[in-house]
């Protein structure tokens, strides 16, 4: 870690992510610190920045569409009887200081603002482990603090009249390749099955590579995941998946997910037991 406007994680000595703190975007973009290239201890990327087809999926990071009405995650905002519409709506995550840097991890402060100002402070925790000589796990806390004197509430498509589309929260845009990936749990398996629903773990896995995401508290557990392999490989968990979520002045929403990078297509025995020594090591 050399720069005030980069991170690198390393595993064992060897560079598996770059944080961009500050990086440089439009407005449209919700911009945001990121995560990205994230690689396996092969080398090989699992992540993509300002796809095509979406260029505001910016690799790994928080994003939220609505926080009480201003667009954290970039792009058209989702409008009630009206569909994907262009509003001048957008807000920023700014890096406002690291307080802890090490090699493998970091924990940073931002503060999400808009156009009335500071609405959420962020303490961000991110540390990288070493699980095998061919996979580790990136450990990613985020914690959200209502700093205004009033409530907040975040919201997503789904809440705003969008069925199916309740993204928003932990967002991971995922390596595109000719095939689509296969997306799994312990019990179901296909973007269909898993999509919408919560699960301890949920595996994605490309031609030779597999992620597989767990929510480390109950809390996050409970929230459903946000799947997509078809249209494009991403997946992320539900802040507002039924209902908004309110943030009452001072209150701290809380999300751990632990996302285990492997080389090579993992079964469903593999993943687990992975998952197993991921968060509880």
Not at 7 to 24: D, F, K
Not at 45 to 53: G, I, N, Q, W
Not at 219 to 240: I, K, N
Not at 252 to 259: I, Y
Request: aromatic content about 8%.
């Amino acid at each position: 870690m050399t720069s005030d406007d980069f991170a690198i994680l390393r595993v064992a000595g060897r560079p598996v992510g770059r944080y961009a703190t500050r990086p440089e975007l439009p407005l449209g973009l919700s911009p945001r610190p990121y995560l990205h290239p994230v690689t396996t201890l092969a080398g090989t990327t699992v992540t993509e920045l300002s796809p095509a087809d979406h260029t505001h999926h910016l690799g790994v990071g928080v994003a939220v569409p609505d926080v009480e009405g201003h667009n954290f995650w970039g792009g058209r905002t989702y409008v009630r009887d009206r569909g994907p519409t262009e509003l001048d709506n957008h807000g920023s995550q700014r890096h406002f200081g690291f307080q802890l840097r090490d090699p493998d991890g970091f924990v940073e402060e931002l503060r999400w603002i808009a156009a009335p100002g500071e609405l959420l402070r962020e303490r961000r925790t991110v540390a990288a482990t070493e699980l095998t000589d061919t996979a580790w796990a990136l450990d990613f806390t985020f914690s959200l603090t209502n700093v205004t004197k009033a409530p907040l509430s975040v919201g997503s498509p789904a809440t705003n009249g969008r069925p199916g589309a309740a993204y928003g929260g932990f967002f991971w845009r995922a390596r595109k390749e000719k095939a689509e990936p296969d997306v799994f749990t312990a019990l179901a398996e296909g973007e269909e099955t898993v999509h919408g629903r919560p699960a301890d773990w949920l595996a994605l896995a490309g031609a030779d590579w597999t992620l597989v995401f767990a929510g480390a508290t109950g809390t996050t557990r409970r929230d459903p995941w946000f799947v997509r392999t078809a249209e494009y490989p991403g997946v992320g968990s539900s802040l507002a998946h039924d209902a908004r979520l309110p943030i009452l002045p001072g209150e701290t929403v809380v999300r751990r997910v632990v996302t285990v990078v492997a080389d090579g297509r993992l079964g469903r025995d593999a993943a687990a037991a992975l998952v197993r020594k991921a968060v509880n090591p």
